[in-house]
């Protein structure tokens, strides 16, 4: 039992205790036939047909009864009625009365009648004096548009809220809500649950909370503990979550994620926005976002995230802006801003990026690489392509061009077609592995063949001009190609590494 339920309790006792006055008697006020029955007592009244007794304000109706006046009390059959002031009305088909502790319980075929809401039981405890009801094997409510059933269940009239136990079930237009503890206001048509609770949609949408609250009326809601959201294609989790249904717009809070099964992808944030009819979410805080591949995960960071996504919640594109950096075990990257658009599977890096692929450093205006399951296919260096790998202390191997396509096989770049204006520097050693030169080539086109992480051979395409220095030849300013820049400080070392600034 859960202490907002106590809560509930510890207020009916403290009603009973204010209500302990002289009982008054229970008064006949009209019955067909009155008979004494010696069997049952001295002070035992058998009465038949259109029977109605009175106590205060309550008028009670049935076929028969039996009025004990050694007790104050009474029993009743056929046709049962209570009638308490111009609001509450309960029918049935037994009654057993104790007009001193007012305490009414009925029997078969209940309904309990308090102006708009109506519950349906078979067996029911009532105090006229309190204003509680309660019933143990079973019950409806029927307020307005929302039904609800459970077990056992306790109304509050005086208060207008109603606590419900095992088997908890609220139907409303447009979905259906299961929980084990729950607590209705009849007046502010608000539900708050405290157990496991799941709210399903007639979209097959699914909400999930252990502890909140959910308004019939105006569809916005509060969830946490364990709070998430589930559509066909997404999952929003967060510590404490609020949501209009009417909009599907919500703000979740700490520890969010949205987990994208389609494209499978995992976004975690310390506050995430959602809005279902526009498409689009936002997400900021801590922010890291997960691209899971068969065998490892890239892992994205950056100052916050947005998203689009269709009328079913398919991921259209994720755009994550300002200090981006990336890691996976074999490929890590920085830059300003990202895009990854899930119709072409493009990872879009655009202002100032630069990429590591095991000894290789990739730059360009933008960087685009094609992702699938197994990871990443192809590279695309956009305008201003360079390609840097250090050969030791002082040199470097470069290739430069317009724009550079790079294959990648078992997630090594394979092999690189350079596009336009290509140059290249790199240099040769021999069989002990000594440096016995530098190649220095400018050709149009050139294709570029990768093994373990170094050009192994160079295919120079059209108008090649090619040349073969000995070591030492060549001035240093000589062995630096135009836009050569060294970023190796930049480069992430680790998945933690992402969250540091460049």
Not at 69 to 79: K, Q, R, V
Not at 242 to 271: C, L, P, R
Not at 421 to 436: D, P, V, W
Not at 464 to 486: C, Q, V
Request: proline share 1%; glycine share 6%; net charge positive.
């Amino acid at each position: 039992m859960t202490k907002y339920f106590f809560t509930f309790l510890f207020a009916s006792v403290i009603l009973i205790a204010q209500a302990q006055k002289t009982p008054s008697k229970i008064e006949l006020v009209h019955a067909n036939t009155l008979e004494g029955d010696d069997a049952l007592g001295k002070d035992v009244r058998r009465l038949l047909g259109e029977v109605v007794f009175k106590q205060e304000n309550t008028f009670m109706y049935c076929d028969s009864a039996y009025l004990y006046a050694a007790t104050n009390s009474m029993d009743a059959f056929g046709n049962v009625r209570i009638e308490q002031g111009d609001t509450i009305s309960l029918t049935g088909d037994i009654l057993k009365y104790n007009g001193n502790s007012r305490q009414a319980r009925l029997l078969n075929n209940i309904i309990f009648s308090d102006r708009k809401m109506t519950l349906v039981s078979q067996n029911l405890n009532y105090n006229l004096d309190t204003g509680i009801a309660d019933y143990v094997d079973g019950g409806r409510i029927v307020d307005g548009a929302d039904t609800l059933t459970s077990r056992f269940g306790t109304y509050f009239s005086n208060q207008k809220k109603l606590a419900f136990k095992k088997d908890v079930v609220l139907k409303h237009p447009g979905y259906r809500m299961e929980t084990d503890t729950l607590v209705y206001g009849t007046v502010n048509k608000v539900a708050e649950f405290y157990g496991p609770c799941y709210i399903r949609s007639n979209d097959s949408s699914v909400i999930y909370c252990e502890n909140g609250w959910y308004n019939t009326m105006t569809d916005k809601a509060f969830f946490s503990k364990n709070a998430f959201v589930q559509n066909k294609n997404q999952i929003l989790k967060g510590d404490s979550m609020f949501f209009d249904n009417k909009s599907s717009a919500g703000e979740a809070f700490k520890n969010v994620s949205i987990t994208d099964t389609t494209e499978k992808i995992v976004v975690n944030s310390d506050y995430g926005y959602y809005n279902g009819k526009r498409g689009n979410s936002f997400m900021t805080g801590n922010l890291l976002m997960t691209r899971m591949f068969e065998k490892d995960s890239l892992y994205m960071h950056g100052d916050s995230l947005t998203s689009l996504f269709d009328s079913t919640g398919k991921a259209i594109s994720y755009a994550v802006y300002h200090n981006v950096r990336m890691y996976k075990k074999d490929l890590q990257a920085t830059c300003d801003s990202l895009i990854y658009t899930a119709a072409d599977s493009m990872l879009n890096l655009y202002h100032n990026p630069v990429m590591w692929n095991e000894a290789n450093q990739l730059t360009a205006d933008s960087i685009s690489m094609l992702i699938t399951s197994a990871g990443i296919q192809k590279l695309f260096l956009n305008q201003s392509a360079f390609i840097t790998s250090k050969e030791d202390s002082i040199r470097f191997n470069q290739l430069r061009g317009k724009t550079m396509v790079g294959h990648f096989k078992d997630n090594m770049l394979s092999k690189i077609d350079v596009f336009g204006n290509g140059q290249s520097i790199y240099f040769a050693r021999n069989k002990k592995n000594e440096l016995t030169g530098v190649n220095r080539a400018d050709c149009s086109n050139m294709i570029i063949i990768i093994k373990d992480s170094k050009i192994s051979k160079l295919k120079l395409i059209e108008k090649p001009d090619a040349t073969f220095y000995p070591i030492g030849e060549l001035a240093a300013s000589e062995l630096m190609l135009k836009g050569f820049n060294w970023q190796e400080s930049k480069r992430p070392v680790d998945k933690n590494d992402i969250f540091r600034k460049n």
